[in-house]
């Protein structure tokens, strides 16, 4: 082609743009209403005309009346008339009229809002906010949504495109004219209700496209209910604790368990939130399935590495996890039916588009198959579990909104004929006020309660015994979060709690239990999330906490044999006991090019109690929750990471590879053969020593209608105790050199989706007898080093079909059916492997006096279906 | 009493299954003596044995030709091999409380050495009670019956070892309440002239252990019984040093069976010297005996 005709083209294209510009504005139309406000005059052309305007209503004085003398023109009579007397321009962009009030030079303008769900009205947390200038395609501004869906931002004035996004949902793109403050609320549309197609569909663990390697966030994920879903489960149960034990640098205590142990840290140094008050534990069934119903749940957030300074008291990590606030537009039942238990939920609005409220249920019924056993004991047995979420929300106005949440869940072990009931569950409760006090500063009030407690009652007609145990938690929290400017983010708070710990008494005589123990625990914090250039992104922050023990108990001393010396009655509200320190967190961001990134993190963490279990498999039924005492510190963690990130092919792929080290001081192990329960001085069983884990995570993200993952990562965990092992140190129980997950997600068709995992895991650390010897008919065994054996290898394939309804037109409800398969191939992993005499079954001696090595396996191959449903 | 574990795992498919390790047949050849001193006159016994590897299928090896003494500052047994491995003090051999005694075995010239304190039992419990129940025979008319329940094997006030020995009279046929069909076991043990119909021994924990509630339970099995049967039972005190070694072992072993609701693996540290194992124990003796002679 000639230039001439290149040049003709271009001007003819150019031309018929500006000729289509004049063309929009001379459009002749009537109109029957024309006195009204402003805003109403526009909505009325728009009716009649189908175009659309953008525009600041506070820049164009948008509730000013108006009276139009003609009702007829064409646009731009209209137009004139309706601005007559203000200084307006209109431009025609992309076949919208913008309308541009009238600018000032070097002004800042603010604007905030909250970015929804468009269906259910539910906060968008961690939604990308962008602030593209229409004038100068180089000048853009960003910023994410907080916890709540709030976001704020402040910017030159002048006209500029709002493009708002989250993973999973219909980017929306609205321009504006910005002059002064403003308030824009986004409502999103999920990009998987529009069926019409095969969705793509990226990878819900992650944020944003490039937030893998543009954030600071070092060890973080964000994880989609909708993910966990479709991911296969045990007896179809969706498990979102479950789907944490697939990501890079957690491991499991064993098969079937919800406990989890990141970088090294034990089961009790992670901090499971919902709605932000504390899950104490996170079982149902001995750990087999975990509290969260997912149909209750909104969003996760798994903080491995950096923990924001806002968080604290526990060493390894946060679990954030999030109801939603149920739908206020309209009302919806929804819920399941499996082969293990049902669910159930209803949501909707109080008030419309002001209030709602979310009420979910679930109970188990394994336990109506025991009726039909020929075995007495085994038909009187109740064995079972249900919980119950509820949410209330209201919108009090545009800058107050309130939140009242809470869960109840119960686990119920009843032998009738025997009167033995063992039963145990959590308790939540979040009232939750927030307050917009400017377009810059937000506010977050938050009044918690958290409870988990047990009892265990054996009593019958000759012998009473029951124990009972308990850890209840009262908090109120205050955090505001400053957005100073577009590049630097402050956030301040302060928290106190008192904590109650029952570690264990029986009813009938409660002072013969283990003394009980009161505590306050208060911290402050600051943290500072700057953009200090194009490349460089800190987080920095800084924690103080104070941990004070006080009230009426009895305190041990203990000499160095952990014989009891002295007793201490201590009275009143007397401050007996004080800890405290700061917990400095660091992390930061370099660009280093395209698409790529290093990252760094320090972190130090403070933990004052701990979970004490010596049960071999970790089923925390009897576990203990125990503070620092006078006789037990604190447990300290420092840790620091090092990461590398980046993005291939337009973040359809994402790459990471991480190194950690963490030190732990103040570790607490058992002394051999431990006695916790019903044990007054149970602190001289315990002891403690310092711990170091390090560890290599690498992953590959893949996104798109074939997502998932691959992970590798090498880690070590050890322990050194004084009293254990001769002071040797020792593998922990835990450590697993070697994890692999490979988890895959494929839309085959708008009504099938397939999904599978493997995962591979070294076996786990075992102390297994190297000779025997003979004492009052006993074989008795006798170890060598501590924890110097393993387990085999453990690997297993789980893999899960769903399949959705053929679209009908005006169909309202969703429906779905999954399909499962745990353990595919049937790999027998030990959950145990322990010496006895030989035994025939589970509860059967095959011969007393010939010893074996046996393997305990908990599953084989489980199938299991589950309906789905949604009106 | 049934074992409440398999209840949950059953739900789960669980199995167990015989399995190899590696070393599983090599031992070392340790020295365990196992022995007592009680205030019973008697011929008290110490076992001396090796250590055997992992996977056994008998008994261990005994040790013969050991020099055997146990002594106090009163007194002083030298102890005779009886059979291989097993040495026996004379039949009026006795400990007292308040004494400390020392066991020494000598093998090869390795001297292995063990102390115990013979404390006295700090609470003496009542007899248990012998109650008069209704007992209903299939297809024959109520009666009445004695019956008594076992001490709970669970919070106790202090540890002990705990026997109980039931001896119905050599004249059971007469004293059998009439209407009261014996069962068969008991009339094959009558033909043979054995009159003990029961005799059991375990220990009593002061606290809750949760392996062994899931492991056996809590002992509170009901025994009947009839006018005339005498009930022994036999108390035997322990240190806690003694105690906290039979608890280990019973961790090891018998509350070490079913995995899930087992202890870590620990040691089990006894008190014999220059690396030998086992425990050499010293307890003070009380029997209670009852005879119920009649109905209430």
């Known amino acids: 082609m000639s230039i001439r005709t290149t040049l003709f083209i271009l001007l003819v294209t150019l031309g018929a743009s500006g000729s289509f510009a004049q063309d929009l504005l001379q459009t002749r139309f009537s109109l029957k209403k024309i006195s009204g406000t402003r805003v109403e005059l526009l909505n009325e052309i728009s009716k009649v005309t189908g175009i659309n305007f953008s525009y600041s209503p506070k820049s164009i004085r948008a509730q000013e009346k108006v009276e139009l003398k003609e009702s007829s023109g064409t646009l731009e009579e209209f137009l004139n008339a309706i601005f007559e007397n203000q200084s307006v321009s209109f431009q025609v962009r992309n076949k919208k009229v913008l309308i541009l009030g009238k600018q000032r030079e070097n002004g800042k303008a603010t604007v905030k809002g909250v970015i929804r769900e468009a269906s259910s009205g539910e906060m968008l947390i961690g939604a990308t906010v962008r602030l593209q200038s229409l004038e100068d395609d180089t000048k853009s501004f960003g910023v994410i949504s907080n916890l709540y869906g709030f976001y704020s931002l402040t910017v030159p004035t002048g006209p500029y495109r709002f493009i708002v996004s989250y993973i999973g949902y219909y980017t929306e793109s609205r321009e504006v004219d910005l002059e002064d403050q403003g308030s824009f609320d986004f409502d999103l549309v999920p990009s998987s209700t529009q069926l019409d197609e095969i969705v793509v569909e990226a990878s819900s663990y992650h944020e944003e496209p490039d937030h893998n390697y543009s954030s600071s966030d070092l060890g973080k994920n964000t994880i989609e209910i909708a993910t966990i879903r479709k991911l296969p489960a045990l007896f179809g149960e969706v498990d979102p604790i479950k789907s944490i034990q697939l990501l890079p640098g957690v491991s499991v205590s064993g098969e079937g368990s919800t406990n989890f142990y990141v970088r090294g840290g034990n089961s009790d140094q992670n901090l499971i939130q919902l709605d932000e008050a504390t899950v104490y534990n996170a079982s149902h069934m001995l750990g087999f399935f975990s509290v969260f119903n997912p149909d209750a749940l909104n969003y996760m957030q798994f903080y491995r590495g950096h923990i924001p300074a806002r968080f604290g008291g526990r060493l390894s990590s946060l679990l954030d996890i999030r109801m939603k606030d149920g739908d206020d537009s309209k009302y919806h039942l929804s819920g399941g039916i499996g082969i293990t238990s049902s669910r159930i939920t209803t949501e909707g609005p109080i008030v419309k588009e002001k209030s709602s409220f979310i009420l979910s249920a679930r109970r188990t019924y394994l336990d109506q198959f025991l009726r039909f056993s020929k075995d007495e004991f085994t038909r009187e047995t109740r064995i079972y579990f249900y919980d119950l979420n509820a949410k209330l929300n209201y919108r009090l106005n545009a800058k107050n909104r309130i939140f009242l949440s809470g869960y109840f869940g119960r686990d119920l072990n009843k032998i009738l004929v025997l009167q033995y009931v063992i039963d145990w569950g959590n308790a939540t409760g979040t009232l939750r006020w927030n307050h917009v006090f400017n377009d810059r500063l937000f506010s977050n009030t938050t009044l918690l309660y958290s409870k988990y407690d047990y009892l265990i009652d054996l009593s019958d007609e000759t012998t009473a015994f029951n124990w009972r145990s308990k850890v209840e938690d009262v908090t109120f929290k205050e955090d505001l979060d400053f957005y100073v400017n577009p590049n630097h983010l402050i956030k301040v708070g302060l928290q106190t709690t008192l904590h109650q710990f029952v570690p264990g008494q029986p009813d009938e005589d409660p002072s013969s239990g283990v003394p009980n123990k009161k505590a306050l625990e208060s911290a402050v914090y600051y943290s500072s999330d700057l953009e200090i250039s194009d490349r460089l992104l800190l987080n920095s922050g800084l924690r103080y906490s104070l941990y004070q023990l006080f009230g009426s108990t009895t305190l041990y001393r203990y000499d160095d044999s952990f014989n009891i010396i002295d007793e201490v009655q201590t009275s009143g509200k007397r401050i007996y006991k004080t800890y405290h320190g700061f917990e400095p967190r660091l992390s930061l961001r370099y660009l280093l090019g395209a698409e790529n990134s290093l990252k760094f993190s320090y972190n130090r963490n403070r933990q004052y109690m701990q979970l004490l279990s010596n049960l071999s498999l970790g089923l925390n039924v009897f576990d203990i929750w125990y503070p620092s005492t006078n006789q037990i510190k604190p447990q300290i963690s420092d840790q620091v990471s090092v990461g590398y990130f980046k993005n291939f092919k337009k973040n359809s792929y994402e790459f990471s590879v991480e190194i950690y080290y963490k030190r732990l001081q103040n570790q607490v192990d058992y002394a051999d053969h431990s006695s916790l329960i019903m044990n007054r001085e149970l602190e001289a069983s315990l002891r403690t020593g310092k711990g170091h884990a390090y560890g290599i995570e690498t992953t590959l993200r893949k996104n798109g209608r074939l997502n998932g993952w691959i992970s590798y990562n090498y880690s070590r965990a050890k322990r050194q105790i004084e009293g254990i092992n001769n002071f040797r140190e020792y593998p922990a129980l835990f450590d697993q050199p070697h994890t692999v997950s490979i988890v895959g997600n494929y839309s085959l068709s708008t009504r099938w989706e397939f999904s599978a995992n493997w995962n591979f895991a070294s076996g786990r650390p075992v102390t297994l007898p190297e000779e025997t010897f003979r004492y009052d008919g006993y074989i008795v065994p006798i170890y060598g080093t501590k924890n110097s054996g393993r387990l085999p290898d453990y690997h297993r394939l789980d893999v899960s079909f769903t399949l959705y309804p053929r679209e009908k037109p005006g169909r309202k409800n969703q429906s779905s059916w999954n399909f499962s398969l745990y353990n595919l191939y049937s790999r027998k992993n030990a959950a145990s492997v322990f010496v006895t005499s030989e035994l025939e079954d589970i509860d059967l001696v095959k011969n007393r006096d010939r010893s074996a090595f046996h393997k305990l396996s908990l599953f084989g191959i489980i199938p299991s279906i589950t309906y789905n449903f949604k009106f | ?296």
Request: hydrophobic share 40%.
């Open chain 2, 1 to 296: 009493m049934k074992k409440l574990s398999y209840l949950f795992l059953f739900l789960f498919v669980s199995c167990i299954e015989t399995i190899d390790w590696p070393g599983d047949n090599e031992s070392t050849g340790r020295i365990v003596i196992e022995g007592e001193i009680t205030t019973d006159t008697m011929a008290h016994t110490v076992y001396v044995s090796r250590t055997q590897p992992v996977i056994v299928d008998s008994p261990a090896e005994p040790v013969s030709g050991a020099v055997v003494l146990i002594e106090s500052d009163s007194r002083s047994y030298l102890l005779r091999e009886t059979t291989p491995g097993v040495y026996q003090t004379e039949s009026s051999a006795f400990g007292v409380v308040g004494e400390s005694y020392l066991l020494q075995v000598v093998i090869d010239g390795e001297i292995y050495e063990a102390n115990a304190d013979l404390i006295p039992l700090e609470l003496i419990p009542d007899p248990v009670e012998v109650r008069t129940v209704i007992f209903k025979p299939p297809n024959r008319p109520a009666i009445e019956v004695l019956d008594f329940i076992y001490p709970s094997n669970f919070g106790s006030e202090v540890p002990a070892r705990y026997q109980v020995s039931v001896r119905i009279p050599d004249n059971a046929d007469s004293v059998i309440a009439t209407g009261y069909e014996a069962p068969q076991w008991l009339l094959s043990e009558l033909e043979q002239n054995n009159f003990i119909v029961s005799d059991t021994s375990y220990y009593m924990h002061p606290g809750l252990e949760p392996p062994a509630i899931f492991a056996y339970g809590e002992t509170n099995e009901s025994r009947l019984t009839f006018p005339g049967t005498s009930i022994v039972e036999a108390y035997f005190s322990m240190t806690p040093e003694h105690y906290d070694f039979v608890r280990s072992v019973l961790s090891e072993t018998e509350w070490r069976g079913l995995g899930p609701f087992g202890f870590i693996p620990g040691n089990v540290v006894g008190n014999i010297s220059n690396d030998g194992l086992g425990y050499f124990s010293a307890s003070q003796v009380v029997r209670l005996t009852q005879i119920p002679v009649q109905l209430d």
